[in-house]
């Protein structure tokens, strides 16, 4: 049982590059979630899905898109990649909001 | 505004020594209360959770936590403290309806020898 699996784990991108990170998830979780994590920031939301089709913005949702077309499955997109979206990116899943979040590994992302 | 609040950025203690790290929040409500862990490398990793009934809440690795409604706290303890408890910690507040969990901005502990 993998549980949450982010891909990649780590990625240097150069200014006004796009990328996508997947997050997969096999515990048939409704809600899914992308947080990113910066240095005394905590962890801040950036988009978050309360099931499949659906997505809503969070706290620091600027500068990122996201979809949901699988259940298992949660995209988050930088279409053009800035210097301040350097950071480690974290998905999690839940069967509902009240439920404990189980989180990926990260992806460590640069954008020089 | 809703907000969760960890006092302490950063806590130093002695191995075999007691903690406690500190949670405050500000909600109307009771919220479900959780306590998170975060070793190097590595995702949020879930020590235990407050829903309702007891207020004193065993987890894993030997933690608990104490949900105390006057203060509006949720602190985590833990008797002796192991080397292997450095990490950093988080405090989560949920609340009915669809709003997604609120972090705190996590307090990282060392533990000396």
């Known amino acids: 049982n993998a549980g949450v699996t982010q891909t990649p784990k780590f990625r240097v991108l150069k200014t006004g590059q796009s990328m996508t990170l997947l997050c997969a998830q096999d515990m048939n979780h409704e809600y899914m979630y992308w947080y990113r994590q910066d240095p005394g920031m905590g962890l801040r939301l950036i988009h978050y899905s309360v099931g499949e089709g659906t997505t809503a913005k969070g706290e620091v949702p600027d500068g990122y898109n996201v979809s949901r077309l699988k259940k298992q499955n949660f995209l988050l997109g930088l279409e053009s990649a800035a210097p301040s979206q350097t950071s480690v990116y974290f998905c999690?899943?839940?069967?509902?909001?009240?439920?404990?979040?189980?989180f990926g590994d990260g992806t460590r992302l640069s954008i020089l | 505004a809703q907000s969760v609040t960890q006092p302490d950025i950063h806590i130093t203690v002695s191995e075999g020594a007691s903690l406690e790290l500190r949670c405050n929040y500000s909600y109307g409500a009771t919220p479900y209360l959780f306590w998170y862990v975060q070793s190097p490398g590595q995702g949020l990793q879930l020590l235990l959770k407050?829903?309702?009934?007891?207020?004193l809440v065993q987890g894993i690795k030997g933690f608990e936590a104490e949900f105390k409604r006057s203060q509006s706290s949720f602190n985590l303890r833990k008797p002796s403290v192991h080397w292997s408890d450095a990490a950093e910690y988080f405090c989560a507040v949920g609340l009915s309806g669809n709003t997604p969990l609120v972090f705190g901005k996590g307090t990282r502990l060392s533990v000396i020898a």
């Open positions: 407050y829903f309702s009934g007891d207020t």
């Open positions: 999690a899943s839940s069967q509902d909001r009240a439920q404990p979040q189980h």
